[in-house]
């Protein structure tokens, strides 16, 4: 995995990685993620969420 994120920060200039992690992951595995792709060259890591209604559908709760 780290070889593949190298390859692809490379290149780029904004060094971003967008996450979106299955809620189904332990978090532990998702930081090991997160500290590979650092590894890699990422400089920025977003998360990427689920609308609200999509969270309610799968068992979240709404925010008011």
Same mark, same amino acid.
């Given at each position: 995995l780290?070889?593949?994120l190298r390859g692809m920060? +490379?290149?780029r200039e904004d060094k !971003?990685?967008?996450l979106k992690a299955d809620n189904q992951l332990k978090? +532990?595995?998702i930081q090991?993620? !997160?500290e590979i792709a650092r590894k890699?060259?990422?400089r920025v890591?977003?998360?990427i969420t689920e609308p609200a209604a999509a969270q309610k559908h799968l068992g979240?709760?709404?925010e008011e």
């Open positions: 780290e070889d593949q920060f +490379g290149n !971003i990685l967008y978090y +532990g595995r090991e993620g !997160i890699a060259g990422a890591v977003a998360s979240g709760e709404e």
